[in-house]
């Protein structure tokens, strides 16, 4: 199957149309707060794609993910922050750091590929293992990543907040990102390294007879979606400019993994699809708690409603439609479809 | 009257089918006989009656009953009591604990329980002897009678029996099937038997039917069949 | 001084032995994780808080918040359980995330996000000092009232019809089911069970920190995880080993480290959980034989 086949292209076209579409729809029509949000939403595009590289492809759920983006954040943050700046946040920094600061999306960039070795390091010996033993095991490296960065306080500022980032994402930036992400992913999926891994995601017997080394398989996949949450996380950092270890911990973890099971992780139009429904039912959510507090219509606290919201959503979701909105097919083979019968 | 009809039965595996159609039925007091070979989907069959495999179509009738959509408790309860192809006795149980779990429905009836017990050690002496050792020590042929203890703990009416000479060197399935016949004598137990090793299964058969990827393809009475030697043709399908 | 060493372990280990037993417990049946585990100490911590300033003594107080996570421990089967058993291990484990979250954020939105005082008798916080040992009464409790758990849990399994029945289950369930036992009794009792010894080491965990939270079920989670992975996931008798070596490797930490590196005591705990995966991921005691020739 050739890398760029038609399935791909309308594919790619068909999110290069929409990112376009919202764009300009921010652009003519945008408030302060849209901006915000469809600045959120492309960056998370970025992560939720990027754990749909390894989790879809691979059949494993990973509960990593979050943890290499704080890796991202944080490491391309001390690369980025103004020297006065890291003076004063982080008292006790290392001599190395302490006078350099780098261009920002150079930062991220960096960051990312930081990101991505450490990954590389970490989860070798873990790409064996199998079911319940592989995710646990993520889930113990995401408690580990979280412990790390509370407690080096030197770099991290600790369990307090680490801050002082130039807020240099823009939203045309994290378009640009969000897209290359996006090709990024198709391309992998349709590649021999993408083929091979869901083949063995299927039946792993039978494609280590046709010479898939799985281990490694897995961990190019994991490698990838690794710098791909590192490069979110620095994009992220530098565009809220501040933030704790708390932003990297369960709560995130878990609408990361909603998004993609919502959407559908065997595809990348579900990954996106899920990240742009949960975004949006996230911020509808938000805003009425809002609204309820600030009208004092009801005399309650409505926090806390997101998250409950969904929860539900994802049970009623796993029950109904378990493999997701878009389970097995892209969104360029729909298209493909109706060019074709016309 | 037919205590147990399969009408129609076909049995998937995701995307394998094990069987195809099958049509049979065992008489009250009958002994009858699956034959086939590897993959013709016996197992299938019988575990289908005991509900715990996949029909996609047809009709399991238990006294007339219609029992195909039941759940596996329910089946035990109506006294069809199953031993499976690998035994599946609870290894780190005693045997008495193993026999206690088979006499389930009848735990509250203490009495019944306990001669129900005392029944099958008469039965398998040797059952007895080892009543508090643990199951997985026991030998093959010791799990096989195990295996059908436990089962006949719920006063069935109906035995189905899975392969019991699978794995067994032939002194064994001797003795297994020494054990089934005075089983036959002492109770008039119904029994569906299935088997790869023809030659001891038709000895205590009143009926045979022979099953081939899927389907029947022959039956008929066993003293008929004692006389052919060509039904290693069926069997085979040379 | 090493008597104390040995009477802080068994205290704080009793409290994590009974965690891991009631995780273990729906693991070795069912085979699936259960994340909304640690939520039944919320729901004690909760249940007991609601009840202060009621006219009931103590002990009904922790009666009922125990009988709420027996309760609650039920619900989470019919929740998140059922409905996706059939469909995957990982739908399991999302819809039980996801129901942990509920519950968390039910408690922040109906009670608070602050830190709620949770009462408990004075006495447990009273001293008792015996050969050189200073410990609270709460400790001797904690270690005597598990002694009697892991006693009458035990003759339970060995003798009752029910045990017996869960035993088998969770070697091999279909074959459970084919001798007439009821597939939904046995898993309900499991989630029963789970729910009153979490319910129990709850309450002991809540005398030691007197306070709820929403988060408040994450750490008792994440011991009973971790220990039943030292200890042997499919083993009852892992899952207790587990909880005492884990109260043994944290104790220690404690004693020995100096502070700079004790606040990287998960990166360890957690290490050491990722090793066992990798060399020996049936943990430390084997669990049943699976009853399976091949």
Redesign the interface.
């Known amino acids: 199957m050739k890398i760029i086949n038609n399935e791909n292209t309308f594919s790619i076209l068909f999110f290069l149309i929409l990112f376009i579409i919202i764009y300009f729809i921010n652009f003519f029509f945008g408030s302060a707060i849209f901006e915000r949000t469809v600045t959120n939403l492309f960056i998370y595009i970025i992560l939720v794609v990027g754990l749909q590289v390894f989790m879809g492809n691979s059949g494993i759920?990973s509960f990593a993910h979050i943890g290499f983006m704080s890796i991202g954040a944080y490491s391309s943050g001390l690369l980025s922050m103004p020297i006065k700046m890291k003076g004063f946040v982080l008292r006790d920094l290392y001599p190395i750091f302490e006078n350099v600061a780098f261009d920002p999306i150079l930062s991220i960039l960096i960051g990312g590929i930081f990101t991505a070795i450490i990954a590389a390091i970490l989860t070798l010996?873990?790409m064996r293992?199998n079911?319940?033993?592989a995710?646990?095991?993520s889930f113990?490296?995401l408690?580990?990543i979280?412990?790390?960065v509370?407690?080096w306080s030197a770099v991290t500022n600790g369990p307090r907040t680490f801050f002082g980032l130039p807020k240099a994402t823009t939203l045309e930036i994290a378009l640009i990102f969000s897209f290359l992400t996006v090709i990024f992913a198709f391309v992998y999926k349709n590649s021999k390294f993408g083929l091979l891994l869901r083949a063995s995601r299927d039946n792993d017997i039978a494609a280590e007879s046709i010479g898939a080394n799985i281990v490694y398989l897995r961990w190019f996949a994991i490698i990838a979606s690794a710098f791909l949450a590192g490069i979110a996380g620095g994009l992220w950092g530098h565009f809220i400019t501040s933030f704790s270890p708390k932003s990297f911990y369960?709560?995130e973890t878990?609408l990361v993994?909603?998004m993609l099971?919502i959407g559908g992780s065997f595809t990348v139009t579900g990954a996106i699809a899920g990240a742009l429904l949960v975004t949006i039912g996230y911020e509808f959510l938000r805003w009425t708690e809002k609204v309820i507090k600030f009208s004092d219509a009801i005399k309650f606290e409505?926090?806390?409603?997101t998250?409950?919201v969904?929860?539900?959503t994802?049970?009623i979701f796993?029950?109904t439609k378990?493999k997701g909105l878009f389970p097995f097919k892209e969104i360029g083979d729909t298209i493909n479809k109706i060019i074709k019968k016309e | 009257m037919k205590m147990l009809e399969i009408n129609n039965l076909q049995v998937n595996y995701g995307p394998v089918i094990a069987v195809k159609k099958v049509d049979l039925f065992v008489n009250q007091g009958e002994t009858v006989v699956l034959l086939g070979a590897n993959g013709a989907g016996k197992s299938s069959t019988l575990l289908s009656i005991a509900g715990v495999a996949n029909k996609l179509l047809g009709k399991v009738k238990f006294s007339g009953k219609d029992i195909t959509k039941f759940s596996p408790e329910k089946i035990l309860t109506l006294g069809i009591a199953t031993v499976p192809e690998n035994r599946d006795i609870f290894p780190d149980l005693s045997v008495k604990e193993n026999l206690v779990l088979g006499g389930y429905i009848n735990r509250k009836k203490n009495n019944i329980l306990q001669d129900t017990i005392e029944e099958v050690y008469n039965l398998f002496p040797i059952l007895s002897e080892r009543n508090s050792q643990v199951a997985g020590t026991l030998s093959g042929g010791e799990q096989q009678m195990l295996a059908i203890g436990r089962a006949l703990m719920s006063k069935p009416k109906i035995l189905l029996l899975d392969e019991p000479s699978l794995g067994l060197a032939p002194t064994i399935v001797e003795k297994i099937y020494e054990h089934i016949e005075q089983l036959k004598k002492d109770t008039n137990l119904t029994i569906l038997l299935v088997e790869q090793h023809a030659m001891k299964a038709l000895s205590i058969a009143d009926r045979v039917y022979f099953l081939r990827l899927g389907e029947i393809v022959s039956s008929g009475k066993a003293s008929d069949l004692k006389e052919k030697t060509d039904f290693k043709k069926i069997y085979f399908g040379e | 001084m090493f008597l104390q060493y040995i009477v802080d372990v068994l205290s704080l280990g009793s409290l994590y032995a009974l965690f891991a037993l009631g995780l273990v417990l729906v693991y070795g049946i069912l085979k699936l994780v259960n994340f909304a585990y640690g939520e039944l100490v919320l729901v004690i911590g909760y249940s007991i808080f609601l009840l202060k300033g009621s006219p009931f003594p103590w002990f009904f107080m922790a009666g009922t918040a125990i009988l709420m996570s027996i309760l609650f421990s039920i619900f989470t089967d019919y929740v998140a359980f059922r409905p996706v058993r059939e469909k995957s291990v990982t739908a399991v484990l999302i819809t039980s995330f996801a129901f942990a979250t509920l519950l968390q954020n039910a408690a922040l939105l109906l009670i608070s996000a602050k830190p709620k005082n949770v009462p408990m008798p004075s006495f447990l916080s009273d001293s008792v000092q015996f050969l050189g040992v200073i410990t609270p009464v709460r400790n001797l409790i904690s270690i005597f009232v598990t002694f009697l758990c892991l006693i009458i849990f035990y003759q339970f399994m060995k003798r009752s019809t029910l045990g017996l029945a869960m035993r088998a289950a969770a070697t091999n369930f279909n074959m459970t089911r084919m001798l007439g036992i009821p597939a939904n009794l046995v898993i309900t009792s499991a989630f029963a069970m789970s729910g009153l010894l979490a319910g129990i080491a709850g309450t002991l965990w809540m005398s030691k920190i007197a306070n709820v939270f929403p988060g408040v079920g994450l750490e008792p989670l994440l011991i009973a995880f971790i220990a039943t992975v030292i200890g042997g996931m499919r083993s009852v008798h892992g899952a207790v080993l587990g909880g005492f070596i884990l109260a043994f490797i944290d104790m220690s930490f404690n004693y020995l480290l100096p502070q700079d590196i004790l606040k990287f005591r998960d990166v360890f705990t957690f290490s050491i959980v990722i090793l066992i995966l990798l060399i020996r991921p049936q943990g430390l005691v084997k669990g049943p034989a699976t009853g399976i020739r091949t």
């Open positions: 759920l010996p873990l293992l079911d319940a033993a995710v646990i095991s113990a490296l408690m580990v979280h412990s790390i509370v407690g369960l709560k878990f993994i909603s099971i409505f926090i806390g409603l998250e409950i969904l929860s539900i994802i049970i796993l029950i378990p």
